[in-house]
C-alpha cells in the first residue's frame, strides 16, 4: 500500500483499506472504531465494522496511525501525518486532541533503554487534561476557534 508517496510495508493494499484511511485522514480530532464505520457508512461505504477493527489494527502495526485510549479504555485512532511517533494532550470533556513536543520522552526512553540493557523498548504516554474551551464559561469569546481545514470533526 502507498501512503503520500511513500511504500507502507505490511499492509496489503485493498479498496476497504483504502477507504478506512481515507476516511480517517479526514478526521480532525481522534475516532473510534464505530465512529470511523458510521462516518464509512454515510459516505456510502459497504465497508463492515470488522474490516474497520481489522484495517485499524494493521493500519496501527504499519505506523500509520496513533491509537490513544479514553477514560473508558476505548481505542481512538488519529491518521499519523508523519512518519513519526507522536504523544497528545486530549481533553477529557470534549476530547480534543493536541499534538505535544515530547522530545524529552524519546530521549528519556532512549536512555532507559541504554542503561537497562532494553532492545526495542517501547512506550504509552496517556496525557490529559480539560481544554481551554471546555474551561470557558458560555459564552465567552474564543480566541484559539478552530479552523475548519476540510476534515470531519467528530464530537466526543
Request: charged share 30%; net charge neutral; proline share 3%.
Amino acid at each position: 500500500m502507498a501512503e503520500g508517496g511513500r511504500a507502507v510495508t505490511g499492509v496489503r493494499r485493498t479498496p476497504q483499506r483504502a477507504a478506512v484511511l481515507e476516511t480517517l485522514g479526514r478526521c480532525r480530532e481522534f475516532v473510534s472504531a464505530q465512529e470511523l464505520h458510521a462516518l464509512l457508512a454515510g459516505l456510502g461505504s459497504a465497508v463492515g465494522l470488522t474490516t474497520v477493527y481489522r484495517a485499524l489494527r494493521e493500519l496501527d502495526r504499519a505506523g500509520l496511525v496513533d491509537v490513544v485510549r479514553d477514560e473508558s479504555g476505548e481505542r481512538l485512532y488519529l491518521r499519523r501525518p508523519t512518519d513519526e511517533h507522536r504523544h497528545y494532550l486530549i481533553c477529557r470533556r470534549c476530547g480534543r486532541s493536541q499534538p505535544v513536543d515530547a522530545r524529552d520522552v524519546e530521549t528519556w526512553t532512549e536512555r532507559l533503554a541504554e542503561s537497562t540493557g532494553f532492545a526495542e523498548l517501547e512506550h504509552t504516554l496517556e496525557l490529559s487534561g480539560v481544554c481551554g474551551r471546555c474551561r470557558r464559561p458560555p459564552g465567552a469569546a474564543s480566541d484559539d476557534a478552530a479552523s475548519d481545514g476540510g476534515g470531519v470533526g467528530v464530537g466526543r
